[in-house]
């Protein structure tokens, strides 16, 4: 999975997708992920959903809001068009506090001291709430059957409307046993549908007990890596034989990249990397451009739009095109991080689970200054003695040269294959 994320307070109405559909298209990303599109609580967040049959008029062109699923309809439609599959989320472990569920069905929620419970995360050992969301009662509730049935109706509207794919909000905190049994149900009937695991923030036994739910993807952490602790790979490992991950550089969650470094070689170093480490890969709509303004799920408005003189379009569509070639950038194999004498310097080897090929990234850590990569011979770093390709979305070699000796430029990378036998 290669997904944008079209971000719907910032695109706006429906027929306004269009340019942003299209762009995705032409930059080589296959899937387009969107943010929760239902009528929302009083909060105005996105992902505070007070009526999941309902559109949000912030996304309906014109005075008729019956209207709006036409237009998502054609939205989704124009996507399928230029080649892309559709996905957005499904909320399931909360709902808007001020939304009518909590009143015509009180029994669906986990109840505190007599009242219904807010939805929480837990940051640095701490519970944070958020007062805007009613947090559901999956394991306990007296209507279990009613509360499963209701979200079996809200992904089959999503699946009628044309959505094929489900990020799956906090996929962690609800029970695996009700995970099992929803995609169970919708597989059934809609054998295609895939399902993606949101399971940032997770202790890693929670992480394996969500991939081990039936999800087709989960989410990884590579965002937060230094390039040097050994915690990513052990969570590589953890989870690849169950379902593979999709990395990003920056998301709708986090701070822009840009605003974090300022430096837009980071920017290329951090896309490629995550592209290259994980099967799938995933950026929101303004990266590619270095937007600088962090995307807020209540205050972001089509206005901010930023002028910038960052474009890493054609970069971006180099990096897809590179990881959809090789099948090696788009598995979940075996992974080691190598050692070299330059420490400023990270030498990724994988290989393919389905084909016999291998693949080397030497990529310089430093964003700022060039370092310098030297090997006597670079099938120290190989299992096969076949000839490497160079495949680099940069200034690709046209000789792999023994001894193979380069100078990297800030952030940049130097991407090796052998062909497939």
Known sequence: MIIYNLFPLLAGTFPRWQEHIDRAARMGFDWVFVNPVQRTGSSHSLYSIADYFALNPAFVDGPDPSRGFE???????????VGLSMMTDLVVNHSASDGPLTRTHPEWFVRENGKIANAFCVE??????????????????SDP????DYFVRVVELLLELGFRGFRCDAAYQVSSAFWKRLIRRIRSRSPHAVFVAETLGCTPAQTLRTASAGFDWIFNSSKWWD?????LHKQYELTRTLAPSIGFPESHDTARLMAETGNEAALKQLYLFSALFSAGVMVPMGFEFGFRKRLDVVRTRPEDWEQSSTDLRTFIEAVNRLKRSWPVFSEEGRLRFLKHENPRVLVMWKTSKQRAQEGLVILNKDTDRRQTFWAQSLSRYMLDSRPLRCVSPENPLDVVAQPFHYELRPGEAVVLVTEPQ
């Open 71 to 81: 237009q998502l309809r054609e939205a989704v439609q124009q996507a399928r068009g």
């Open 124 to 141: 640095k050992g701490e519970k944070k709430y958020w007062m805007d969301l009613a947090l559901f009662d999956h394991k306990k509730t």
């Open 227 to 231: 390039f040097d602790a050994p915690w």
């Open 145 to 148: 059957e009613g509360l499963f």
